[in-house]
């Protein structure tokens, strides 16, 4: 039972326009969501992340909006950059901060110059 | 390094070894987290630690897999009697928990295992 889900496993786009990636969960109780990054070889690394309470938060070129009547957070990664080119990771708990996360399955994000 | 650090990087065994995996956690990070990634899938949650609390052990995929934190901070997974379907990259996360954790996992590089 996938409770965070990223259905489009793949997204390209040109360099310095927007990317956008999609991330729906079934599971009413979470309430923080996070967003990761993650290189060939390496570990995640955190990137953004939104409280409930929330339904949106901007850092620099990333911005996440929550959207919690569709169950539905999307990253925006406006302009993108051949750098961006990795698999983002949706993630989701419950209880506030301090839980155990759970992931979706990531997409792979391809910013071709 | 100041980073979680995990042991071996790479681990290729024979089916019905065992295995155990080790993770240096970041220092004073309360929180410890195990999770696994098998081809093609996302991040699996295994099994998490905080601080003196008793372990959620609720990820862990069968009794073949343990996993201990020794003194609150260098955790060891074990998995005995791999199988082929154990082959993953088994991934440690450290945060600092408590009330002002912002809920961000720091990872290691992982451990790839595979089984043959």
């Known amino acids: 039972d996938q409770q965070v889900k990223q259905n489009s496993p793949s997204l390209s786009v040109q360099e310095g326009r927007i990317s956008i990636l999609n991330c729906d969960y079934t599971n009413s109780m979470f309430d923080y969501f996070l967003w990761y990054k993650k290189y060939p070889a390496e570990g995640p690394t955190f990137l953004i992340s939104i409280s409930s309470i929330k339904d949106k938060n901007e850092d620099g070129r990333f911005t996440v909006f929550l959207n919690k009547s569709a169950k539905h957070l999307s990253l925006h990664i406006v302009p993108s950059q051949p750098g961006d080119s990795a698999v983002y990771f949706c993630a989701a708990s419950r209880g506030g901060a301090n839980s155990k996360l759970t992931f979706g399955k990531g997409i792979t994000l391809s910013v071709r110059p | 390094g100041a980073g979680v650090s995990q042991s071996p990087s790479n681990k290729v065994t024979e089916k019905g070894k065992d295995v155990e995996l080790r993770c240096d956690p970041i220092s004073g990070h309360t929180a410890l987290y195990w999770y696994r990634q098998s081809l093609g899938q996302g991040l699996e949650f295994l099994i998490y630690?905080?601080?003196?609390?008793?372990?959620?052990k609720s990820g862990l995929p069968s009794d073949r897999f343990s996993a201990e934190r020794t003194g609150g901070s260098v955790s060891t997974l074990t998995i005995q009697r791999t199988q082929q379907e154990d082959s993953a990259v088994y991934l440690c996360?450290?945060?600092?928990?408590?009330?002002?954790?912002?809920?961000?996992?720091?990872f290691g590089e992982g451990s790839r295992l595979t089984v043959l």
């Open positions: 996360a450290s945060s600092q928990g408590g009330p002002s954790n912002t809920g961000e996992l720091f």
């Open positions: 630690f905080q601080g003196n609390s008793a372990p959620d």
